[in-house]
Structure formats: C-alpha cells, structure tokens
C-alpha cells in the first residue's frame, strides 16, 4: 500500500512528529485505511526542523520515547542522560522505518486548508501546492511548538548581516568564528545555544528581555547497569509514569514546604541541585500553588545565579523576579551562567537598557551601539494553537477557527471543537500537552483516538464533534484548574503573551497527566458523552445487535 490522493481515507494525520509516527501506526493496526501527510522530507516533527547547536530534550531520553512497544525500546539505546537532537531524530526515523510507515506518508505537503463537506461528510485538505485529499476523519498531529515566533523589532529589515532563526536552523555548520553574533531571547532554546556559541563566535551578544531560571543538566552518558534495569522494569516503568502529574518519574516530594523543617528544605533542594535537571522543582507539592514555596525556591536559584555570576552586576540582571519560579517553562542547560563570565559575552538586559532599533550592523540601545554579523532569533514559537490556526480550517458555520478562536482557544479534552465535525486535536489546547511528557501524552490522545473513531465506524456512526455545552465546561474547569495556581502570573507562551496580538488565556491543562487521562477514558466509556454523534446508527449490524440485546 502506498499513499494515493484519488483515495478516500478513513483517517489523514497532519504531521509526523512523536504523535504522528504513533499514530499512523496505531490506526493502521485498528484496521483503518490512513495516511499521513508530512511538510518536511522526513519523520521528526520538531525535532527535524530544529537543529541548532546544543539542542537537546530536557527530559531524560529513557521516558522521552516511546512506551507501546517494548520491540523498539530493547532495541534502541539511548547514549545520554538528555539526548541530542540527531539522536532523537534518529530515534523517531528508527521508529518509522521499523514500523514501516514511510509508505504512507506523503512528504514534503503542507497543509493550507481543510474543509468539511456537511452532505457526504468527507474532509478535503489542500496543500500549498494544490494537492488535495479526502478522509472521513482528520487527526492534527501539527504539534505544540512548530511555528516560529518572528516579532517584528523596530529596524529588524534594515539588518544587512545573517539573520538565522533558531527552528531554521541552516542545515550543515555555521561558521561564527571572527563574527560578531547576537542571540535575541534567552528561553530554553537561548538558554541551550549561547554557551555553545560563545564558544565559537567572536563576541556574542546576548538581549533578555524577560531572564529565565536555568538549571544545571548535568549530562552525562548512561551506563549499562540503567539502561539495563530499564529494560527489565520497562513496562511497570512507564505505567508508573502515566499515574503522575507530569507523566516522568521525578522524584516527587509529597509535603508542602511548611510541613518540612526549615534546614531539611534547604539541604534538599540543595541534594536535587546537584542531581540536576528540573528535579529542584519537585521537592514540594506545593510550588505552583504557593507563593511562599515559590519563593523559597525562586531565592535559591537566584542565590545560584550569585554564586556562578563573577560580576555582581551581571548577576542581578540575570535573576528573574517579575514571575513566580515554574510558570514559565524553568530552562536546562550546561554552564549557562558561567558563559556570562566570559570576554567576549555581553548581556543587553532590556529591562535596564531601552532598545533603540536594530541598524543594518548592529543593534543600538540608550546605553551604546553592539556591532553584530549574524543575528539569531532564538524567540520561541506561536505555541499550541499557531500551527493548527496556520491551516485555513472552517466550522459547519462558515465560520473559520482562526475567528472562532478570536478570544483563545476552546476545546473539548483538547481533542474536539464545536461545529468541527470528524476532527480531533492531538495535545490541544485544554489537555495537559506542554504541561506534560510529550511523547507520553501524545502516544495516549493517539490511542484515545483511535478508539474513538473504532466506536464511530463499528456503529456506522458518521459524524462526532463537540458539543458546545460540554466544551465550555471543560474549558471553565481548565481555567478553574489554572487559577488555583500561579501560572496566570507570568506573561509566558502558555498564555500566548510572547505573540504580539494573541489573545492571552492559559491554554494548556495543569490538573495533571493522570487526571486527565483518567477523565477521557472515563468519557470514552460512557459512549463518549460530552461529544454529539450524529449519523444512522440502525444501519450498522453492530448496532444492530446491540439494539437487539438492550
Ligand atoms: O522560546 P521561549 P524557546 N524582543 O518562548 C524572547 C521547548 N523547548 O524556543 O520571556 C525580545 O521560551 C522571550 O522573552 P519573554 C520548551 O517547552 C524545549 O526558548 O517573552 N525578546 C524569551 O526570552 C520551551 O519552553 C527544549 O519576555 C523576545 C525568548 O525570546 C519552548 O520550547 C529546547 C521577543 C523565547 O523563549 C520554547 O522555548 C528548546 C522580542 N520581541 C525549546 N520576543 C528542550 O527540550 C520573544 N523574546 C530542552
């Protein structure tokens, strides 16, 4: 079987990240007919559009992979603790080759629009290119963080040198030695490439408009006996992981800080340092929840900033106080403060210097002129629901998403939209997705999904969508949810702050992995209440027979 666009589909997916890959395998094996298609050359998602220097999963590799198959996992070996992206890349391509899944995808197709016909109740999608293709279910598995943030800072066209945006990475090296290079945001993705390249370059520039809380990773290559023991353990391991919050075994501390004597709290905090990664942030139950705790922690890592910072100056730049410690995504790297010690890194902190404009050689502030070369944009992405408002996608209405979502985005469990019939969301706005273990939550929407449709076609149901009632009330508890917390306290892109027109509303579900997914299957049960299903259930022998033995 190859794909072939005359054909009408059971199920297109959109994408072929961690969630595709899973589930063109996932569906094929319930029996359906599906293709994937793809905009890249290749399998990987976000992991083969970014390659830039120093990039690698804060996760550790052994539960950011695949947990439905113990084939693949005794077959691959993760090298380190927090794999590189070739690794990761090269997992994900192991992963479809192994399954045989490149066959029925169709590479190098961006998706423009989807359109719904209400009569035959068949999706057309239109790529870019005018191609199209028809499925009686579309799955969009476009991912979280998949469209470049590009803000449009004052004189940025009159810029002559490189501008390199950190998902458009150039493919091959990047010679920034003799260059002058200025790295623009200091999120995760900065927080990875600037020791890196500093290393290289002739002078790097750093602007932070917002610092970030960096911890130490402190990588290092697993050795036999772990990955051994994973092997063996492999499957009560990652069920484990699926009844926790986060959907990854940290080590979780059960008592809020006030329950903890005040010297256990810091020698503990103290022993997760060391540890590495975000295991710091796990030592109360109650971080998100209290400012106290949150500030307990927010002063021990600023005090870590301190002491890796030579300049006092510098280090007070570095520290962020304007939002609680876990609201926005805290970054791992490797001597991220440190590289702040070195000749040739300059920091424009814009919270005490006002930027100008960006002039065709540099970058000029109140405090003075930064000649630069090569510009990088290392300012994020139009998370959770940039990729998916990118397609033209329109409601029975008329009406397109981009307009139904004016005021944010509102789903049911993250999958299903009101008045998008046959159309499920893949870690959607409204599930924990980014709040989560990725690979995790996506292997699990996938199953969840395909059941769902398996329920629809055994009883010749034809339409399934939202309903709208049901849909503002999961959106009110997500809300409900995030307001116990303290998330809503920093302009973060979980929020939509960091895209200049976006309407700011805290997309993603922070109940908890294991609630969550609990609550859907519970749904799932209960003949997927919450959800409208329309079509000719008399017609199906399978519905049939029920009706027959009710
Ligand atoms: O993007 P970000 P990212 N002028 O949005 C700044 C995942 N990820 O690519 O904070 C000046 O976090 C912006 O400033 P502010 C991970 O989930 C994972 O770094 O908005 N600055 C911020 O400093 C992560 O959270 C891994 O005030 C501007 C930066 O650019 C997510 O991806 C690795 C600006 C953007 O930070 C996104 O991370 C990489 C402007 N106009 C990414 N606009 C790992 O697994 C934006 N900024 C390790």
């Not at 020791?195 to 911890?215: C, D, N, S």
């Not at 510009?375 to 009406?399: E, F, H, S």
Request: net charge negative; proline share 5%.
């Amino acid at each position: 079987m190859a794909v072939n666009t005359d054909e009408l589909y059971d199920v297109i997916i959109v994408g072929t990240g961690f969630a595709g890959v899973y589930g063109l395998h996932k569906m094929r094996e319930s029996g359906f007919r599906v293709m994937a298609v793809e905009a890249g050359d290749s399998v990987g998602g976000c992991w083969y559009w970014n390659r830039y220097p120093g990039l690698r999963c804060d996760v550790d590799s052994l539960e950011y992979a695949y947990a439905f198959s113990d084939e693949l996992q005794q077959e691959w070996r993760w090298s380190e603790r927090y794999a590189p992206q070739s690794e990761i890349l090269g997992y994900i391509q192991f992963a479809a080759r192994k399954l045989d899944l490149e066959k029925d995808i169709l590479f190098n197709t961006r998706i423009a629009s989807a359109r719904f016909d209400n009569g035959s109740g068949i999706w057309t999608l239109t790529s870019e290119n005018g191609d199209t293709m028809r499925a009686h279910y579309v799955v969009m598995a476009t991912g979280c963080l998949s469209i470049p943030n590009k803000p449009d800072i004052p004189g940025i066209g009159d810029f002559e040198g490189e501008i390199v945006h950190s998902v458009q990475w150039p493919e091959g090296h990047l010679d920034l030695a003799d260059k002058n290079v200025a790295v623009i945001g200091t999120g995760s993705t900065g927080v990875q490439m600037i020791p890196l390249l500093a290393r290289e370059a002739k002078h790097l520039t750093v602007v932070q408009r917002t610092p970030a809380f960096a911890v130490p990773a402190r990588n290092q290559p697993w050795n036999d006996a772990r990955i051994e023991y994973w092997r063996q353990n492999f499957r009560e391991l990652r069920e484990a992981a699926k009844n926790t919050r986060a959907g990854v075994l940290h080590e979780y501390g059960l008592l809020p800080s006030a329950a903890v004597r005040p010297e256990d709290r810091i020698a503990d905090l103290e022993r997760r340092w060391i540890k590495g990664g975000p295991n710091v942030l796990y030592g109360f139950s109650d971080l998100l929840v209290n400012e106290e705790t949150n500030n307990l922690v927010s002063d021990f890592l600023r005090g870590k900033i301190a002491d890796a910072v030579d300049n006092p100056e510098t280090a007070k730049k570095l520290m962020p106080y304007e939002y609680p410690v876990g609201t926005k995504r805290v970054c791992v790297g490797t001597d991220y403060y440190e590289t702040y010690n070195r000749d040739n890194v300059s920091l424009i902190d814009l919270r005490t210097e006002k930027l100008q404009q960006i002039e065709k050689d540099g970058i000029r502030t109140d405090a003075g002129f930064y000649p630069v070369d090569v510009l990088v944009m290392a300012t994020g992405y139009d998370a959770i629901t940039g990729a998916l408002l990118a397609i033209d996608i329109t409601t029975t209405a008329g009406k397109s998403l981009r307009e139904e979502w004016g005021k944010g985005p509102e789903t049911y469990m993250g999958y299903g939209i009101a008045g998008i019939p046959n159309l499920f969301a893949v870690t959607g706005p409204g599930s924990p997705s980014v709040f989560s273990n990725m690979v995790l939550s996506v292997e699990h929407d996938m199953d969840w999904i395909s059941a769902c449709i398996a329920h629809l076609k055994e009883r010749d149901f034809a339409t399934i969508e939202a309903d709208p009632a049901a849909q503002a009330a999961w959106m009110e508890h997500v809300d409900a949810v995030a307001s116990l917390t303290l998330v809503n306290k920093a302009a973060s892109w979980y929020r939509g702050a960091n895209v200049e027109g976006k309407p700011q509303k805290f997309m993603p579900y922070v109940g908890g992995v294991n609630t969550y997914q609990k609550r859907c299957w519970e749904i799932a049960r209960n003949g997927y209440e919450g959800f409208l299903i329309n079509g000719k259930p008399e017609t199906s022998p399978a519905r049939k027979e029920e009706m027959a033995h009710s």
